[in-house]
């Protein structure tokens, strides 16, 4: 069995790290990608043209027209729980199995998450930044968490971690999100224009799709109180992000923190990250040596599963699979 694995060299150094990488190399041939950037189309074509798995990092897109391309190809492994930019239905219409792995970084981006709320609260790295470059720091009052609301949108699993520290931090929780019950009596389960509202923090974590697309943009903004920070961890997608540098500009919220973007690379936007009420870092909420190694991990476990014909956990598309072993 011959595997594909896309990271690049860094890639595999940061995402995918050495045990796992010699955990698929006992189970398969494995051939890796030696280029500094991601595979496009062409190339992956090029790379993958007898490999029977291809275990993808998430640069790397699974568009519709590689796969009748190739085909000896039997499944297409993400290294990532977001699969947006495979082609799902063009992978089944060939028979060819899609998995994805499951959030192994809830703990490290809900910490992220309570950095972000100090560093806000307290203008950590404003300071910081001042003391490196010479200059004498603002003194200025800073928030504690205790006693301040939070709000989140989205109650999936990194939600439910981030509400348990926020409870153990004395803070009010607010949850909005349509889509869940909430039986927590410390939580207050609210629409999200009444969360936007009432909120000091803000923290987008729902789920990135058509529905959710620009959830926050003027009229969410609008809502928000002057004091209020925005920030989101999720994905860029769910940000106008015109709307946001606008407010924060006009200061019409006090500031705003992120982990994401519409970059290609779901990195903060350039133009939108060097404003000086926002604090951006470039997309590592996951990128944790516990995180990475368990998706990973997870994917060799998967390709070990494909081998043997079945169809493993995070399989996308079991139903439509033909091109079994």
């Excluded at 890639?11 to 790290?17: L, N, V």
């Excluded at 009052?141 to 439910?160: F, K, V």
């Excluded at 989101?232 to 994401?260: K, Q």
Aim: hydrophobic fraction near 45%; glycine fraction near 8%.
């Amino acid at each position: 069995m011959k595997v594909l694995l896309t990271h690049p060299p860094e890639f595999r150094r940061q995402y995918y790290g050495e045990r796992s990488l010699k955990g698929l190399q006992a189970l398969a041939e494995v051939r890796l990608h030696e280029g500094d950037e991601p595979l496009d189309a062409a190339g992956l074509v090029a790379k993958a043209k007898d490999a029977d798995i291809i275990v993808a990092d998430r640069m790397t897109e699974g568009q519709g027209a590689i796969f009748p391309q190739l085909p000896n190809l039997r499944a297409f492994v993400r290294c990532a729980v977001d699969i947006r930019n495979i082609d799902v239905d063009a992978a089944s219409r060939a028979g060819v199995l899609v998995t994805r792995a499951s959030p192994g970084f809830v703990p490290a981006v809900a910490e992220l998450a309570l950095g972000f709320m100090v560093d806000l609260s307290r203008g950590v790295s404003r300071a910081a930044a001042d003391f490196h470059a010479g200059r004498r720091p603002e003194v200025a009052m800073g928030r504690q968490l205790a006693g301040g609301r939070i709000g989140i949108i989205g109650y999936g699993s990194i939600g439910r971690a981030l509400a348990g520290i926020a409870k153990v931090l004395g803070m009010e929780v607010l949850v909005a999100d349509p889509f869940v019950s909430i039986d927590d009596p410390a939580i207050r389960h609210v629409p999200l224009d009444d969360l936007l509202s009432r909120a000091d923090y803000v923290v987008c974590l729902a789920v990135a799709n058509e529905a959710t697309e620009n959830l926050i943009g003027q009229a969410a903004l609008s809502c928000m109180q002057k004091h209020a920070f925005f920030i989101n961890l999720s994905r860029g997608n769910l940000v106008d992000e015109a709307a946001l540098a606008a407010a924060l500009r006009d200061h019409r919220i006090a500031g705003a923190a992120m982990d994401v973007g519409r970059a290609p690379d779901q990195m903060p936007t350039p133009e939108l990250a060097k404003l000086p009420n926002v604090i951006a870092t470039p997309h590592i909420g996951g990128l944790t040596p516990q995180a990475i190694e368990h998706q990973a991990s997870e994917t060799v476990r998967q390709v070990a599963a494909i081998i043997k014909g079945e169809a493993p956990v995070g399989a996308v598309n079991a139903d439509r699979w033909t091109r079994r072993p």
